[in-house]
Nanobody, 130 residues
């Protein structure tokens, strides 16, 4: 599975951006809908942190970090093999490199953890100016 994150850029405080995570799946018998997709971010000088996940493909396990809840929305279009992160009301503290990750076998307790995902994209930079 190859993931390509895009959509980052420079935006003012209060603005919006939509990130995309396009998947290329070459695993026989699996399609994009079989994968949970998550977004993580890493700010300068800080460790990478969880942002949001679509949850397990079985459904009803979407999760958000408290810091983005109510401002960010994760979604997916299985017909396009793409997941999205809609980011509204952006703040300077949202500045980071955003990574998308995927897994076909993430367990419930690992939904917010890096170790839950075994496929990673290259990252896209989001800069929010004050």
């Amino acid at each position: 599975v190859q993931l390509q994150a895009s959509g980052g850029g420079l935006v003012q405080t209060g603005g919006s951006l939509r990130l995309s995570c396009a998947a290329s799946i070459r695993t026989s018998g699996r399609t994009f809908r079989n994968y949970a997709v998550a977004w993580f971010r890493q700010a300068p000088g800080k460790e990478r942190e969880f942002v949001a996940t679509t949850g397990r493909p079985s459904g009803h396990t979407e999760r958000y970090a408290d810091s983005v809840k109510g401002r960010f929305t994760i979604s997916r279009d299985n017909s396009k093999d793409t997941a999205y992160l809609e980011m509204d009301s952006l703040k300077p503290e949202d500045t980071a490199v955003y990574y998308c990750a995927a897994s076909s076998s993430v367990i419930l307790s690992n939904l917010r953890l890096e170790r839950g995902y075994n496929h990673w994209g290259q990252g896209t930079l989001v800069t929010v100016s004050s």
